[in-house]
C-alpha cells in the first residue's frame, strides 16, 4: 500500500477545519473574577478523540504485510536516551509494560523477518541539539546506517529543518489514516503536502507526557473542601474554582519567615513548562490557520483570556498560595504531602504519587470558565517523534517496521500503559478511570510547539515568553507584543517555505 503526497491546498483545507473544530462559544463574554472584566473566550485547539479508535473497523487486524518478509535483515534504530520503556522491554521481569513492549518488537520482527536494533544516545531538552547535529552529519554522509529515528520532540522539527529527513507520504507501507497515528497531530505536522515525522501508539511517552492535575483528598478534608473531582466530571472544574479552593492554603511550616520547600501550598508544580496547563486547557493556540490557508500566529497569544490567565496565576503566586520548586524536588512534596493541588503528568504520576501514602484524586486541567465546552490536555515536548532518515537503504521497510511497530503497540502495549497501568494501577477509584478517559479525549497539538525552537525557542518563542510572564512577572509579552509578533511571522513563514522546497 503506497500513500501518495497530498496536494499543498487540499491538506491546508484539512488542517484548517482540524484547528477551528470543534470550536467553543466564540467571543462570548463573561466577567472576571472581580465582575469587572469582559474576557472573549478562545476558540479550541486540536483535539484527538480516541473512542474513535473503539470503531468496529478497527477490531479487524489489518494483513498488509503477510506478502512481505525482509529475509531476517537488521533494523536499525537511531533513538534518543529516555527513562520511559518505549524501545526494548524483556520478559519474564514481572513488568506489565516490559513485557508488552518485548511482545510488540517480537511480533514486528517474526511478521516482516527482521531484526531490530537500536542505537541509543542523549537527546533530551539539554542535549538534543548536539543529537541533531551528530545525526545530521551522518546521515548528511550518504551511508545508509540507519533505517529510522526516534527522537525527542524539539530534534524533529530542527531535523526537519535541516533536511535529512524522508516525506513519509510517499514512502511504502505507512498509513497514516490508521487508528494508531493521532488524526491531528499528522494533519498539523503536513506541510506543503509533506509529513517528515509523527508519534502515537507507536511512543509510550506521549501518553507518559499528558499533563493534568492531582488533589491531596487528605488536605481537602482538612480545609473541609468536598467534590473536586465530582464538578470536574460534570464540566465544573474552571479556573476560578482552583483558585477559589487555593485561596489562604499557604502555611508557613518554619522560622525563617518567607516562602521555601518546608512549607505548605494550594498549587504546587515543578517546572515553568507545567504552566502549559493553563493556556492549552483554555483552548487558547500559539498559531492557527487562517481562512486563506496560511498558518499565522494566533491573536490568542495576547487575548483577553491569554493575559487575565497570566494575571490571576501571577497573584496566586504572590500571595504565597502556589510554589514552583525547580529544584525537582517532587519527591518529597508528593511524600509528605505538602499541597492540595500538584500540576503532574504520567511519569510523576507513576514515579512519585503512585508510591505515595496519601489519598489523591485525578483531575484533567481546569477549563477557563464556565463558558468553555470542553477540557483540553497539554502534552510535554519529551515524548518521541518517529522519522526516516532520507538515506535510509531501504524506505519501504522503514515504512513497513514503523507501520507495524505502530499497529502493535495499539495491541500490545498502549492498552497495558493506559488501559491497566493509569486508569487502575495508579487509580484510587472509579473517578479517577473516567477522568483519564477526559484528560486523554482532549490531548491538543500546536505548530506554535512544533516550530518551538523556529520560532525563538527558550529565549523568545510565544511558548516560552508566555510561561516567563506567569511566573516572572515580567510581562515582557505584553511590552513586545507588536516586535514580536513581526518577528514569529517571518520565522513562521521562513520555516514553512524552507520545508515546502525540500524534494525528499
Not at 25 to 45: F, H, L, M, R, Y
Not at 74 to 88: G, H, L, T, V
Request: hydrophobic share 35%.
Amino acid at each position: 500500500m503506497k500513500r501518495k503526497p497530498l496536494s499543498v491546498i487540499l491538506v491546508l483545507i484539512t488542517v484548517c477545519a482540524a484547528l477551528l473544530l470543534p470550536v467553543l462559544t466564540s467571543c462570548s463574554n463573561s466577567s472576571g473574577s472581580d465582575g469587572t472584566k469582559e474576557i472573549t473566550t478562545p476558540s479550541a485547539a486540536v483535539t484527538d478523540d480516541p473512542s474513535a479508535s473503539e470503531s468496529e473497523e478497527a477490531t479487524t487486524e489489518s494483513k498488509w504485510f503477510e506478502e512481505l518478509n525482509f529475509n531476517n535483515t537488521d533494523f536499525n534504530f537511531y533513538a534518543w536516551k529516555q527513562s520511559i520503556i518505549e524501545y526494548e522491554g524483556e520478559e519474564g521481569t514481572g513488568d506489565m509494560i516490559q513485557s508488552a513492549v518485548f511482545r510488540r518488537n517480537a511480533n514486528v520482527e517474526e511478521k516482516l523477518g527482521v531484526t531490530l536494533k537500536f542505537t541509543y544516545e542523549a537527546g533530551n531538552s539539554s542535549t538534543f541539539q548536539a543529537f541533531c547535529t551528530n545525526i545530521t552529519n551522518v546521515i548528511k554522509g550518504g551511508s545508509g546506517e540507519y533505517d529510522a529515528l526516534a527522537c525527542y520532540t524539539r530534534s524533529a522539527s530542527l531535523l526537519m529543518m535541516n533536511g535529512v529527513l524522508t516525506n513519509m507520504l510517499s514512502v511504502d507501507h505507512l498509513d497514516f489514516t490508521a487508528d494508531c497515528w493521532p488524526q491531528s497531530l499528522v494533519k498539523l505536522n503536513t506541510i506543503g503536502g509533506k509529513l517528515y515525522f509523527s508519534s502515537g501508539d507507536i511512543a509510550t511517552s506521549l501518553l507518559y507526557q499528558m499533563m493534568f492535575m492531582a488533589i491531596n483528598n487528605d488536605v481537602a478534608k482538612d480545609r473541609k473542601i468536598e467534590g473536586v473531582q465530582e464538578k470536574a466530571l460534570n464540566g465544573e472544574w474552571t479556573l476560578d474554582y482552583l483558585l477559589e479552593i487555593t485561596k489562604d492554603a499557604y502555611v508557613d511550616n518554619d522560622p525563617i519567615g518567607s516562602k521555601d520547600p518546608t512549607d505548605s501550598f494550594g498549587l504546587f508544580t515543578v517546572s515553568h513548562p507545567r504552566l502549559d496547563i493553563f493556556y492549552i486547557g483554555a483552548g487558547l493556540k500559539y498559531v492557527e490557520i487562517n481562512p486563506d490557508g496560511k498558518a499565522v500566529i494566533s491573536e490568542d497569544v495576547t487575548c483577553d483570556a491569554s493575559l487575565d490567565i497570566i494575571d490571576r496565576i501571577q497573584k496566586l503566586l504572590k500571595s504565597n498560595d502556589a510554589y514552583f520548586n525547580t529544584d525537582n524536588g517532587q519527591s518529597s512534596y508528593m511524600r509528605d504531602g505538602k499541597s492540595l493541588l500538584y500540576i503532574i503528568d504520567g511519569t510523576i504520576l507513576q514515579n512519585h504519587l503512585n508510591v505515595s501514602d496519601f489519598d489523591y484524586s485525578i483531575l484533567c486541567a481546569p477549563k477557563y470558565n464556565a463558558d468553555q465546552k470542553d477540557y483540553y490536555t497539554a502534552v510535554g515536548f519529551p515524548h518521541s517523534m518517529y522519522c526516516i532518515p532520507f538515506d535510509a537503504s531501504d524506505k519501504s521497510m522503514s515504512g513497513a517496521v514503523i507501520q507495524l511497530m505502530a499497529e502493535e503497540s495499539a495491541k500490545e502495549v498502549t492498552p497495558v500503559v493506559f488501559d491497566t497501568s493509569f486508569k487502575y494501577r495508579y487509580s484510587k477509584g472509579s473517578g479517577d478511570v473516567d477522568m483519564f478517559d477526559i484528560i486523554r479525549r482532549g490531548v491538543v497539538f500546536d505548530l506554535g510547539r512544533t516550530f518551538f525552537d523556529q520560532l525563538g525557542g527558550d529565549s523568545s518563542s510565544p511558548v516560552r515568553m508566555w510561561r516567563n510572564d506567569v511566573y516572572q512577572g515580567t510581562n515582557a509579552l505584553v511590552r513586545s507584543i507588536r516586535q514580536y509578533r513581526t518577528t514569529w511571522s517571518k520565522k513562521l513563514d521562513d520555516a514553512i517555505s524552507t520545508i515546502e522546497r525540500y524534494e525528499n
